[in-house]
Nanobody, 128 residues
Framework: QVQLVESGGGLVQAGGSLRLSCAASGQTSTIGGTGWFRQAPGKEREFVTAISWIGASTYYANAIRGRFTISRDAAKNTVYVEMDNLIPEDTAVYYC?????????????????????WGQGTQVTVSS
């Protein structure tokens, strides 16, 4: 079992920044990668970004590429997403999730079905 705790969401004006954190505990040795997904009201959940725990490969959705940066502190089993130049369209509940080790590729990292543990979500609201 892996437990995930997200933090760092909040309300920010357009153009501002936030940093989300996803702290993992439990059987962290079983984690192959961490992904972030988001879900806005009335919309389907969508992939945002992901990082592999082996090799540190990173993946970004086109909608946030160049504005968001994912990183990992291995000693703390924590993954961060630095979100800059936020726009109102970034408003959503952001979820982190972990997946077991396996093939490292965008298609794998971007698929919610790949992930087996999920956090409770953190709200990000960007005002115009």
């Amino acid at each position: 079992q892996v437990q995930l705790v997200e933090s760092g969401g909040g309300l920010v004006q357009a153009g501002g920044s936030l940093r989300l954190s996803c702290a993992a505990s439990g059987q962290t040795s079983t984690i192959g990668g961490t992904g972030w997904f988001r879900q806005a009201p009335g919309k389907e959940r969508e992939f945002v970004t992901a990082i592999s725990w082996i090799g540190a490969s990173t993946y970004y959705a086109n909608a946030i590429r160049g504005r968001f940066t994912i990183s990992r502190d291995a000693a703390k089993n924590t993954v961060y997403v630095e979100m800059d130049n936020l726009i109102p369209e970034d408003t959503a509940v952001y979820y982190c999730a972990t997946r077991p080790p396996g093939k490292s590729a965008y298609a794998v990292a971007a698929s919610a079905a790949t992930y087996d543990y999920w956090g409770q979500g953190t709200q990000v609201t960007v005002s115009s």
